[in-house]
């Protein structure tokens, strides 16, 4: 089973950057739609990103288009999300997860990393 484990969140000027990475073990991430979830406090979970098993395709929710990127690294078995332009309502905690089907929808999601935080205050 694969185990994914986030990394590169933290503390950002509103306007800052951060590139999240989720890597893999167990299994190789190209076998998967990967998703990027986050959850603010006292709010549900979001669909932020996801990317296609073969990179075909990809989505953004209204909310981050022409700020963040996904993309992967097959080589070292891990898809980043690059967060530019970073806004106080982008702070939560980032979430990667692998699915089958190439949706934003969380229910198809089955593998979950523990989540990164992502604070973005003055």
């Known amino acids: 089973q694969v185990k994914l484990v986030e990394s590169g969140g933290g503390l950002v000027q509103p306007g800052g950057s951060l590139r999240l990475s989720c890597t893999a073990s167990g299994d190789t991430l190209d076998n998967y739609v990967i998703g990027w979830f986050r959850q603010a406090p006292g709010k549900g979970r979001e669909g932020v990103s996801c990317i296609d098993s073969d990179d075909a395709a990809t989505y953004y929710t209204d909310s981050v288009k022409g700020r963040f990127t996904i993309s992967r690294d097959n080589a070292k078995n891990t898809v980043y999300l690059q967060m530019n332009s970073l806004k106080p309502e982008d702070t939560a905690v980032y979430y990667c997860?692998?699915?089958?089907?190439?949706?934003?929808?969380?229910?198809?999601?089955?593998?979950w990393g523990q989540g990164t935080q992502v604070t973005v205050s003055s």
């Open positions: 997860a692998t699915a089958r089907l190439f949706t934003i929808l969380s229910m198809a999601y089955r593998s």
